[in-house]
Structures are given as C-alpha cells and as structure tokens.
C-alpha cells in the first residue's frame, strides 16, 4: 500500500434482505461492491453473511479517503440506483451505517 496514506476510511453497513427479496437483495450488494472495487480510490470491497442464518449481511469497503468514498457513492446512485431502483425496495429495514478512520497498518489491504 501506498506510504503516503494516513489514513483509510472504511464504510460499515449490517442489513438484512426483505421477505420474500432476499436473493435480488444479495445480487444487489454484490453488484455495487463489484462496481466499487473497479473505481480508482476503492481499495476493496466485500460482503459476509451471518453464520446464524438471520440473514443479517456485513457489508464493508475501503477506500483511500472521505473523497474517494463521496465520489464512488455518488457514482453507485448515478450508475446503478438509477437502473434499478436502489436498495431501499429490498432491504428488510434501515440498515447500520458507520463510517471509520483506520490505520492502513492494521489492515492488510492488498499493494
């Protein structure tokens, strides 16, 4: 990883699939983490799901710095909300949403 970064920002969401769009739901997520991983500034992206099978999803990217983070998010909504709707029609409520600061040192993030 680059020596100049000081710091990444990595963007925390846990949701969960409506009843019955469960599986639009997860093609959904995964399509939009597909497409961030692709835009400079991204550093990874990824999803997991619960072990306890309650369906809850672990949605986490990183990017380089609260810009890169704007300028990707503003181009999930163009790009992909405005194709399908956005996630709001399959989500089974508001989801958990952080965003952290983190030392890239204490992440092994790929070169």
Same mark, same amino acid.
């Given at each position: 990883?680059?020596?100049?970064?000081?710091?990444?920002?990595?963007?925390?969401?846990?949701?969960?699939?409506? =009843?019955?769009?469960?599986?639009?739901?997860?093609?959904? $997520?995964?399509?939009?983490?597909?497409?961030?991983?692709?835009?400079?500034?991204?550093?990874?992206?990824?999803?997991?799901?619960?072990?306890?099978?309650?369906?809850?999803?672990?949605?986490?990217?990183?990017?380089?710095?609260?810009?890169?983070?704007?300028?990707?998010?503003?181009?999930?909504?163009?790009? $992909?909300?405005?194709?399908?709707?956005?996630?709001?029609?399959?989500?089974?409520?508001? =989801?958990?949403?952080?965003?952290?600061?983190?030392?890239?040192?204490?992440?092994? $993030?790929?070169?």
């Amino acid at each position: 990883m680059s020596s100049e970064i000081k710091k990444v920002f990595v963007e925390t969401v846990v949701c969960a699939g409506a =009843p019955g769009k469960e599986a639009r739901f997860m093609r959904m $997520l995964e399509s939009r983490q597909t497409y961030k991983r692709r835009q400079e500034g991204c550093l990874a992206a990824w999803t997991g799901t619960s072990i306890d099978g309650a369906g809850m999803v672990l949605v986490q990217s990183v990017f380089v710095d609260n810009n890169a983070w704007k300028r990707i998010s503003d181009e999930v909504m163009k790009a $992909l909300d405005s194709k399908d709707g956005g996630m709001e029609s399959v989500l089974a409520g508001p =989801p958990l949403v952080g965003m952290f600061e983190i030392d890239p040192e204490k992440l092994r $993030l790929p070169q």
